[in-house]
């Protein structure tokens, strides 16, 4: 594992696997784990901004009940959403579900000495294991961005037309009007970004791994907590890049 | 039209699935929290391991609050900027925080640190067979084990809370006071006008439904008697995280509807 888990800080694992993706990777199989990591992730992430986006219209309503209640708080969630809780709901569950799910999996494999026996009849683990699982997690998270912001927005329509009893059309209008493209480019980015530090540190976690089965629970429970940190972190960042903000 | 029965199959057999997860937590929760005060040392047991959780939580909590508060800081901002609301800037975003994102992250945070250990802590004692052990020696490894640790979330997470409180402040205090130049004075004076007494009991009663619901789903995990390797102890730990995540979502909607009223209050 010399190329590989040699890398003990996370951080310094993430760039090293960043750029031996520029130099390539097995096509065939980044574009199976992108489609498995998908598959896999959206259906948790449609259930958690859909309850999220309904939950965002019940207390958006009543915090702003004395600025004009109801139709004020379809705009706020409608760029409040798309901007930050949305993207960052879906980095939550692609942590959730496949970053840990990477990281056990690279943990039993290393734990078994799969790798060290795949290395052994020189299979560039880079080329053929690490990297396309690095890219299918890329591009997989900026498309649970997006079914994250479709499933909340929904979500909140569904509560403010249907629970709260406010106008369905009315309503639907004051969510979308304030969302620009920008907004959704922003969370696109935000989702690569995602997908790349979930990717490297559940990697990493993996392919650090210690010895018996309590050491592949621990790997997977780092690799989450790494990975929602550091998301909450790149958010902010990519949100003070996109929006600026400082100046009163 | 095959297929259209086979999907109404597969939907009804997924809901059952789910009815029936459910039904066995329920069983599992109240079989460990009526049968743990029976063995010897369970308040010993049940300190250390608050502790233990707290202590693990403790730095994850405050590092994934502090930018969350930054972010709503950031986002506040320009929303004051845009409608001249500085009055309200921090009595929202205090408000947002004690309601909404203290209770909701810090309990998430609980179950991806403490929830996913306890499950592969608990998952490696049974792989190990110690639980068969502790069967032989006459103690239910649910009680023995699960209660103390159910109990033990639960406290740790009403802990965490106003813990999520102060780092959601002082992120939105660096990022808007220090950074960005908003008046103290107004920062300080109007934080707590939107806050009353019941939204920070309110707070705490979810924590508790949160700690409550991580904890049986993660030691219930751990417990199954259906782990024998290392993989599925991963494979545990992966699945009770995942899961904690989804039920405190849906639960954290049907609390604030019931707390708040159908129509928002």
Request: aromatic share 8%; charged share 10%.
């Amino acid at each position: 594992m010399r190329n590989t888990s040699s890398h003990t800080n996370p951080l310094i694992f993430a760039l090293y696997g960043a750029l031996r993706l520029l130099g390539g990777c097995h096509l065939g199989e980044a574009i199976t784990h992108t489609s498995r990591i998908f598959w896999r992730t959206a259906p948790v992430t449609v259930v958690i901004a859909l309850f999220s986006g309904a939950l965002l219209v019940i207390q958006t309503t009543m915090s702003l009940k004395h600025l004009g209640g109801g139709m004020m708080g379809a705009s706020v969630i409608g760029f409040g959403g798309v901007r930050e809780v949305f993207p960052l709901l879906a980095g939550g569950a692609v942590a959730t579900r496949t970053g840990a799910a990477l990281a056990s999996e690279m943990a039993v494999m290393k734990q078994g000495k799969q790798l060290d026996a795949l290395e052994i009849m020189g299979v560039d683990l880079n080329f053929h294991l690490i990297g396309p699982r690095l890219l299918g997690v890329m591009i997989a998270t900026p498309l649970c961005v997006l079914v994250a912001d479709i499933a909340g927005l929904y979500g909140a329509f569904l509560a403010g037309a249907y629970q709260i009893g406010l106008d369905a059309g009315t309503f639907w209008n004051f969510l979308l009007w304030p969302i620009s493209n920008k907004d959704i480019i922003g969370g696109i980015y935000k989702g690569i970004l995602f997908g790349w530090v979930i990717g490297s540190i559940s990697l990493h976690a993996g392919l650090n791994v210690g010895t018996g089965s309590f050491a592949v629970g621990e790997a997977t429970n780092r690799a989450i907590v790494q990975s929602m940190i550091a998301g909450s972190l790149i958010s902010l960042l990519i949100s003070f890049i996109v929006y600026g903000g400082l100046g009163i | 039209m095959k297929g259209l029965w086979r999907t109404i199959a597969n939907l009804g057999q997924g809901g059952l699935r789910g009815l029936s997860y459910l039904g066995g937590l329920l069983v599992f929760a109240l079989e460990a929290l009526s049968t743990f005060w029976r063995y010897p040392g369970f308040t010993n047991s049940l300190a250390s391991q608050t502790v233990l959780i707290y202590r693990r939580c403790l730095l994850p909590v405050t590092f994934l609050l502090m930018p969350l508060g930054a972010m709503l800081a950031l986002q506040g901002l320009l929303v004051v900027k845009a409608f001249d609301l500085h009055r309200l800037f921090s009595a929202q975003l205090m408000s947002a925080l004690v309601r909404e994102m203290a209770p909701g992250f810090s309990a998430l945070m609980v179950a991806m640190q403490a929830g996913a250990g306890l499950t592969a802590e608990l998952g490696t004692m049974t792989v190990r067979q110690e639980n068969l052990a502790l069967k032989t020696m006459g103690l239910n490894p649910i009680g023995f084990l699960g209660g103390p640790r159910i109990l033990a979330i639960i406290l740790a997470t009403l802990l965490l809370c106003p813990v999520g409180v102060m780092a959601g402040v002082a992120g939105a205090f660096i990022y808007a006071v220090l950074l960005g130049g908003f008046p103290l004075q107004q920062f300080v004076i109007h934080i707590g006008d939107l806050i009353h007494f019941s939204d920070l009991w309110m707070a705490e009663l979810k924590c508790l439904v949160f700690g409550l619901l991580t904890g049986i789903i993660c030691t219930e995990a751990g417990l199954k008697n259906t782990i024998r390797s290392a993989a599925q102890v991963g494979h545990a730990a992966n699945q009770a995280v995942v899961r904690c995540v989804v039920l405190l979502v849906v639960a954290n909607y049907l609390l604030n509807t019931g707390l708040y009223g159908l129509r928002g209050g």
